[in-house]
């Protein structure tokens, strides 16, 4: 058997308020550009790997094709590069023309067509990251520009800009969005900016929930494990103040999930889309699709854990015990029943090398005398048997591997709760003791 279960709160979530343009309910999901094809605007010498029309009705295509989609990844983002370098002589931006000939209104309607929506770039400062143009002095026009354009979702980075000028200027753009009439999700970079200049303590993350649905809140992810780790590392450390300001509506984004780059195996592939689906986090990849490999499509598709990514509560899940290079992580989760959650657990060895034994009490978790509860384990789709509070558990994880479970309440057909509960496990192959 395997030697993890979990066990029910009592607790109530509490209201907050959020972005009232009721966008955004669960962590938004979709395919981005920037971490595989970053900047490349020469589509001469790399036709396809350039940032241009082609590239992005090509990966669109494939969402629809390959069953991401139906899944839930229902978004292409556009990211920097998109823009002529300056702007047209009534100062409003211009897709490039020679790597966007059909212009953005047109490839909205493909993606619409497709029933996909689409996500572009721009920045609050002077410049974009890259050096196109950026929004400071042309908010209103440039959010005009994106309802003309029938743009879905708008990313606003905060390069070239005073970051004290932030607290007043991301919620300039919510109130320009919100007057163009069209739903526009909105995603921020203002924490990010805060953390590059070593003042986290200084987001007030209050304002920013009411101002963004999502907020990047550490540096741009690579396709690495170090890169990945780093992450892992930054949430876990600000995870108390991070878990108080998501809510449905407004969410912690870590950044894209880089499953099927090069560098990042298959179990550092897993880890990631476990804790982001912990976190309830957006799940925004960014690949090549034309060429994932079957085992990466694989986890970016398993619709259990997906599940717990998009579970309606919200809810950003923490990390509750460490030992060594091992990391357990805690997320309620629904059904509710009578107040109480269910409950998501899982269990990380981040050690590339290693393997660890975990042993421990599910006592120590929280389970209580006399509630039994069926696992299953989500990721080899094998059943587990049944634990109770009593049970003691060693698990010997692979290195760099994870184990993500979740309780499920369920109910007779007169509606009387069953004992015992359904609990399902999401998991790597482990060996077991």
């Not at 709160?9 to 308020?17: D, K, M, V």
């Not at 900016?193 to 992810?221: L, M, P, Q, T």
């Not at 960014?286 to 990466?296: M, V, Y």
């Amino acid at each position: 058997m395997i030697g993890l279960c979990t066990f029910i709160l009592s607790l109530s979530i509490s209201a907050l308020l959020a972005l009232d343009n009721g966008l955004a309910r669960t962590p938004p999901m979709g395919w981005m550009s920037w971490a595989t094809f970053f900047c490349e605007v020469d589509c001469e010498k790399h036709p396809n790997a350039c940032i241009n029309e082609k590239l992005y009705k090509e990966m669109a295509d494939k969402l629809v094709s390959d069953g991401f989609r139906a899944a839930g990844y229902n978004r292409i983002h556009i990211d920097d590069c998109w823009m002529e370098l300056s702007r047209d002589k009534h100062g409003k931006l211009v897709a490039d023309r020679e790597r966007f000939p059909s212009g953005m209104k047109a490839l909205a309607k493909y993606m619409h067509d497709r029933k996909l929506e689409l996500g572009i770039y721009e920045d609050f400062g002077t410049k974009t990251c890259a050096g196109y143009p950026g929004s400071i002095d042309h908010i209103k026009d440039d959010a005009d520009t994106f309802a003309s354009w029938d743009i879905d979702y708008l990313k606003l980075d905060g390069c070239y800009v005073d970051i004290d000028l932030m607290p007043q200027g991301y919620p300039k753009m919510t109130q320009a969005l919100n007057r163009t009439g069209r739903p526009i999700v909105y995603a921020c970079g203002w924490p990010l900016f805060f953390h590059i200049a070593h003042r986290e303590h200084d987001v007030d993350y209050g304002a920013v929930e009411k101002a963004c649905n999502s907020w990047r809140i550490f540096d741009d992810i690579e396709g690495s494990w170090e890169s990945i780790l780093r992450t892992i590392t930054y949430v876990e450390k600000y995870q108390d103040v991070l878990a108080k300001a998501q809510k449905p509506g407004g969410w912690n984004d870590p950044d894209m999930l880089v499953i099927g780059l090069p560098n990042v195996s298959v179990d550092q592939a897993r880890v990631q889309m476990t804790l982001w689906s912990i976190w309830s986090a957006p799940l925004i990849m960014s690949n090549d699709l034309r060429t994932l490999g079957s085992e990466f499509k694989e986890i970016l598709l398993n619709r259990e854990v997906i599940a717990i990514d998009q579970d309606p509560l919200g809810v950003m899940g923490k990390r509750i015990l460490k030992t060594k290079s091992i990391g357990i992580y805690l997320k309620p989760v629904t059904p509710v029943i009578q107040e109480r959650t269910s409950l998501a657990l899982a269990v990380v060895n981040k050690n590339e090398l290693e393997v660890r034994v975990v042993q421990f009490t599910l006592r120590t978790l929280g389970i209580a005398k006399g509630e039994r509860y069926d696992v299953r384990d989500l990721w080899t789709g094998e059943d587990r048997g049944v634990c109770d509070h009593t049970t003691s558990k060693s698990l010997t994880p692979v290195a760099t591997s994870t184990q993500l479970q979740s309780q499920r309440w369920s109910y007779d057909d007169k509606g009387i709760l069953k004992r015992p509960l359904k609990f399902e496990a999401v998991g790597s192959k482990q060996d077991e003791k």
